[in-house]
């Protein structure tokens, strides 16, 4: 398979501020003057090859490349591997070698991204650890030697590790064919080891004549570490360090989160040879209370000065609880070198009338009526009170008793010999709840409404409307669907919906049918029909004559009535009636059908009548 060389060699470096460090070696073996790193190892370093055609520890394996990239250090604990052009398509005739280099590192987590297309049987990815991949064994299809991974095809590999190395090699070829997107695989080392930590001084000690911060110094604490690792400190050396002892921490923390603490306290003494110097010392004190068990007490507490640190005890403390009596207070300032100072006062606590003592007073409550403008009762524990003599209660409210609608104050005074009061009070809260619905009257029943027969459509209807009334007062019509005068459709029932509501939202509604039908017509039209017709022909030879009338009239009840000629056969006004008796027929017929008939006759004759 012909293709394209390409090495570029990757090794991982520390940045100052966060990473172990990495000795350079002296004198430098490494050839054509190349970067040379101490390293763990049975060579004992390890050499920068960024020189093309040169791989290995010290630059002396052929590699066939054409570009080196190298970068040694624990900044490269983490990182990622593709194939040029990803996810796009990789190029023809490539081939790629990347080594890494952790100093300290136990091995390196590998996982690779979802998009992976390497063709196969043509192009391949291997992975082991070292620093020299095993070139002559790569069969372009598989490896069998122990500790090298082989990649190919579309499917995603599943996460792996390479272990107990602090080198990986990573080597990607591809043919002329098919080009893929190729692949990006990351890496995370594996550091099972904490920062090591140097130069951690013990605890030590500073002596100081000056009650003042003193600047402290120390030589510089450093830390190794296999990946990066953060650094944070409480103080720095050359920071001042107040008289008394100070704890200084370094936490070294690496990328793993494993933690490696340097601690240490330093102590600044300071000498002298004088008691603290009190100031503020309080005067004795007189107060005066109505309880017996006595009174709280505040104060200003004394301070004190000294040129060395001091500790402070005290008898009491201000807003303390003080019998009736007097009392000494006693505040004590002693120094780290057993010089001490003291203040004392007094404070003396008199026992006046004071008026009665009340346990027991309700609290709040809040009842419920469902009754407006209503009222509701309720009961407890009537308070109680205390006196060195004879008291007297007076009560706005009694328990049991009836609280109307709304917040009432309910008030215990007691009230000892010298007039001297005390009150208990709580609010009692009536809450009108409205769970009666309003009430609806005059609903009317179904109705039912007969529209004349000749009527349209639809028909007018009215009704008396029904009124709603609520306990509360206040009642809507939230909804009518028709009211009086309204035209209903003949023939259909229909219902009228009216709805009210209170202002709690408690819904009643009045609901009837109206049903209009249409008036039956069984009465049928009323007709007229001209008189019988006697026509005599007296001269000429005509065989009889013109015969003419007036049609006949109906009338109807309801609407228009249709009058036809129904004679059979038919004899219409204004024609020729030859000699005889003819008899005529009108038939009316109303919108529902209903029919009525008469008849006259028509009589034509030459000579008299007579002679018929």
């Given at each position: 398979m012909?293709?394209?060389?390409?090495?570029?060699?990757?090794?991982l470096?520390?940045a100052?501020?966060?990473?172990?460090?990495?000795?350079?070696?002296?004198?430098n073996?490494?050839?054509?003057?190349?970067?040379?790193?101490?390293?763990?190892s049975?060579?004992?370093?390890?050499?920068e090859?960024?020189?093309?055609?040169?791989?290995?520890?010290?630059?002396?394996?052929?590699?066939?490349?054409?570009?080196?990239?190298?970068?040694?250090?624990?900044?490269?604990?983490?990182?990622?591997?593709?194939?040029?052009n990803?996810?796009?398509?990789?190029?023809?005739?490539?081939?790629?070698?990347?080594?890494?280099?952790?100093?300290?590192a136990s091995?390196?987590?590998?996982?690779?991204?979802?998009?992976?297309?390497?063709?196969?049987?043509?192009?391949?990815?291997?992975?082991?650890?070292?620093?020299?991949?095993?070139?002559?064994q790569?069969?372009?299809?598989?490896?069998?030697?122990?500790?090298?991974?082989?990649?190919?095809?579309?499917?995603?590999?599943?996460?792996?590790s390479?272990?107990?190395?602090d080198?990986?090699?990573?080597?990607?070829?591809?043919?002329k064919n098919?080009?893929?997107?190729?692949?990006?695989?990351?890496?995370?080392?594996?550091?099972?080891?904490?920062?090591?930590?140097?130069?951690?001084?013990?605890?030590?000690?500073?002596?100081?004549t000056?009650?003042?911060?003193?600047?402290?110094?120390?030589?510089?604490?450093?830390?190794?570490?296999?990946?990066?690792?953060?650094?944070?400190?409480?103080?720095?050396?050359?920071?001042?360090?107040?008289?008394?002892?100070?704890?200084?921490?370094?936490?070294?923390?690496?990328?793993?989160?494993?933690?490696?603490?340097?601690?240490?306290?330093?102590?600044?003494?300071?000498?002298?040879t004088?008691?603290?110097?009190?100031?503020?010392?309080?005067?004795?004190?007189?107060?005066?209370?109505?309880?017996?068990?006595?009174v709280?007490?505040?104060?200003?507490?004394?301070?004190?000065?000294?040129?060395n640190?001091?500790?402070?005890?005290?008898?009491?403390?201000?807003?303390q609880?003080?019998?009736?009596a007097?009392t000494?207070?006693?505040?004590?300032?002693?120094?780290?070198n057993?010089?001490?100072?003291?203040?004392?006062?007094?404070?003396?606590?008199?026992?006046?009338?004071?008026?009665?003592?009340?346990?027991?007073?309700?609290?709040?409550?809040?009842?419920?009526?469902?009754?407006?403008q209503?009222?509701?009762?309720?009961?407890?524990?009537?308070?109680?009170?205390?006196?060195?003599?004879?008291?007297?209660?007076?009560?706005?409210?009694?328990?049991?008793?009836?609280?109307?609608?709304?917040?009432?104050?309910?008030?215990?005074?007691?009230?000892?010999?010298?007039?001297?009061?005390?009150?208990c009070s709580?609010?009692?809260?009536?809450?009108?709840?409205?769970?009666?619905?309003p009430?609806?009257?005059?609903?009317?029943?179904?109705?039912?409404?007969?529209?004349?027969?000749?009527?349209?459509?639809d028909f007018?209807?009215t009704?008396?409307?029904?009124?709603?009334?609520?306990?509360?007062?206040?009642?809507?019509?939230?909804?009518?669907?028709?009211?009086p005068?309204?035209?209903?459709?003949?023939?259909?029932?229909?219902?009228?919906?009216?709805?009210?509501?209170?202002?709690?939202?408690?819904?009643?509604?009045?609901?009837?049918?109206?049903?209009v039908?249409?008036?039956?017509?069984?009465?049928?039209p009323?007709?007229?029909?001209?008189?019988?017709?006697?026509?005599?022909?007296?001269?000429?030879?005509?065989?009889?004559?013109?015969?003419?009338?007036?049609?006949?009239?109906?009338?109807?009840?309801?609407?228009?009535?249709?009058?036809?000629?129904?004679?059979?056969?038919?004899?219409?006004?204004?024609?020729?009636?030859?000699?005889?008796?003819?008899?005529?027929?009108y038939?009316?017929?109303?919108?529902?059908?209903?029919?009525?008939?008469?008849?006259?006759?028509?009589t034509?004759?030459?000579?008299?009548?007579?002679?018929?």
């Amino acid at each position: 398979m012909e293709r394209l060389a390409v090495l570029i060699i990757l090794v991982l470096g520390l940045a100052r501020t966060s990473h172990g460090q990495i000795s350079a070696c002296n004198p430098n073996p490494c050839r054509d003057s190349a970067n040379c790193f101490v390293r763990n190892s049975q060579e004992g370093y390890v050499c920068e090859c960024n020189m093309p055609n040169q791989g290995g520890f010290d630059c002396t394996n052929q590699t066939q490349n054409q570009a080196v990239f190298t970068c040694y250090g624990s900044q490269c604990s983490t990182g990622s591997f593709m194939s040029v052009n990803y996810p796009s398509n990789y190029p023809d005739r490539y081939r790629a070698l990347y080594l890494l280099y952790v100093p300290g590192a136990s091995g390196f987590n590998f996982i690779f991204d979802t998009i992976f297309r390497i063709e196969a049987d043509k192009d391949e990815l291997y992975i082991g650890s070292g620093l020299v991949p095993p070139f002559s064994q790569f069969n372009g299809v598989n490896t069998s030697v122990e500790g090298v991974f082989f990649f190919e095809g579309h499917t995603p590999p599943m996460p792996f590790s390479v272990v107990n190395t602090d080198t990986v090699w990573m080597y990607f070829i591809t043919d002329k064919n098919i080009n893929f997107p190729g692949f990006r695989v990351s890496w995370q080392t594996v550091d099972t080891e904490a920062p090591v930590v140097s130069g951690c001084p013990g605890d030590f000690t500073r002596v100081t004549t000056v009650n003042q911060p003193l600047r402290v110094s120390w030589d510089p604490i450093t830390a190794t570490d296999a990946s990066d690792f953060t650094v944070s400190a409480s103080h720095s050396s050359g920071n001042f360090f107040p008289v008394g002892p100070t704890r200084v921490t370094f936490t070294f923390v690496d990328t793993g989160g494993l933690t490696t603490i340097c601690s240490f306290v330093i102590t600044v003494v300071l000498q002298d040879t004088s008691p603290p110097v009190i100031s503020g010392c309080p005067t004795n004190m007189i107060r005066t209370t109505t309880n017996p068990l006595g009174v709280t007490v505040s104060w200003i507490p004394p301070t004190a000065r000294d040129e060395n640190t001091f500790t402070t005890q005290s008898t009491h403390t201000p807003g303390q609880l003080f019998p009736v009596a007097t009392t000494e207070v006693r505040y004590t300032f002693t120094d780290v070198n057993g010089f001490f100072s003291v203040c004392t006062f007094s404070i003396t606590v008199q026992l006046i009338n004071r008026p009665p003592v009340i346990s027991g007073c309700p609290s709040d409550r809040t009842l419920i009526t469902n009754t407006f403008q209503g009222s509701a009762a309720t009961t407890w524990v009537e308070p109680t009170a205390t006196d060195d003599g004879p008291i007297t209660v007076t009560r706005t409210h009694t328990p049991g008793q009836n609280f109307p609608v709304g917040r009432t104050e309910v008030i215990y005074t007691f009230t000892d010999s010298n007039n001297l009061a005390s009150m208990c009070s709580f609010v009692v809260v009536v809450t009108f709840v409205d769970v009666t619905p309003p009430v609806v009257t005059g609903c009317p029943n179904s109705i039912t409404e007969t529209a004349p027969f000749g009527a349209g459509v639809d028909f007018p209807v009215t009704w008396i409307e029904p009124t709603a009334n609520d306990n509360t007062g206040t009642v809507m019509l939230i909804l009518r669907s028709r009211q009086p005068g309204d035209r209903f459709p003949i023939g259909q029932t229909t219902s009228v919906l009216y709805l009210y509501a209170d202002n709690a939202g408690l819904q009643a509604s009045c609901q009837f049918d109206v049903t209009v039908v249409r008036q039956e017509d069984n009465v049928p039209p009323v007709i007229s029909c001209p008189a019988n017709i006697r026509q005599e022909v007296t001269s000429g030879n005509a065989p009889g004559a013109i015969i003419t009338w007036q049609a006949a009239t109906a009338t109807d009840n309801f609407g228009v009535v249709n009058v036809t000629l129904t004679s059979n056969p038919p004899r219409f006004p204004n024609t020729f009636f030859p000699f005889g008796i003819y008899l005529v027929t009108y038939t009316a017929i109303d919108a529902a059908l209903n029919s009525v008939s008469c008849t006259f006759t028509v009589t034509v004759g030459k000579v008299s009548f007579t002679k018929f």
